[in-house]
C-alpha cells in the first residue's frame, strides 16, 4: 500500500540553524500538507500546498517557514533559523482530491529538536 | 474559527472492556469528521470518517456516528483488545473547497491491559 515517508525520523540542531524537513508524498496526491504536535499539545496545521503554490497557511507558518516541492516526488519543509520552540514532531500529509471529506495520508513524523 | 474538544486521557481499560472517547466540535457550516490513530512510532491513520449529519463510520470494530444536534462524534468500540492501546485523535475538515486543513482535538491516549 502506498504511503507517504518522512526524512529524517530525528533531527538534531542548534537554535539559529537552518533545518529541511523532507517528505515524499504518495505519487498520484496532488495536495501537500504540514503539520506539527509540539509535546503534550495537539496537532496544529502549518500549511497546505497545491499547484505548486500555497493554498492556505497557519498564523505560525510566519516567515521563518518556507515549503517547497523541487522535483516531481519531494515535499520539504524549511525552517530558516530555527528557535527553541520549533522543537516538535512535523508530520507530512497528502491527499488526492481537496475538500471536506477527502482523506489526508500522513507520514511518520521528524521530530526536531531545537537545542 | 473551528475547534475539537476530547475527553483527556489516558483512558485504561481491560481487554473485552467497552471504550467511549468523547468528541465535540464547534465549526460553521457542515465538516466532515475523522478520527485518526496513531500507534506508539508511528504517523497518523484514519480510523474512521463520516461526512453528514447521521453517518456512521466505522472500522475495526470502532464506531462514531455524526450528530449534529449535539456537535459531537463520540468514538466506540464494544471490546477491546490489548493492540488497541494507541493516541486517538477526533478532527474536522470544514465544509470550504480547495487544499482544507485539519483541525484536531487535544488526543486521547489510550492503554488496554490484558
Known sequence: E??????????????GQEVILRCVPISNHLYFYWYRQILGQKVEFLVSFYNNEISEKSEIFDDQFSVERPDGSNFTLKIRSTKLEDSAMYFCASSRLAGGPNEQYFGPGTRLTVT | ???VTQMEGPVTLSEEAFLTINCTYTATGYPSLFWYVQYPGEGLQLLLKAT???????????????????????????SVQVSDSAVYFCALSGSQAAGNKLTFGGGTRVLVKP
Open chain 1, 2 to 15: 502506498p504511503e507517504v515517508t518522512q526524512t529524517p525520523s530525528h533531527q538534531v540542531t542548534q537554535m
Open chain 2, 1 to 3: 474559527g473551528d475547534s
Open chain 2, 52 to 78: 453528514k449529519a447521521d453517518d456512521k463510520g466505522s472500522n475495526k470494530g470502532f464506531e462514531a456516528t455524526y450528530r449534529k444536534e449535539t456537535t459531537s462524534f463520540h468514538l466506540e468500540k464494544g
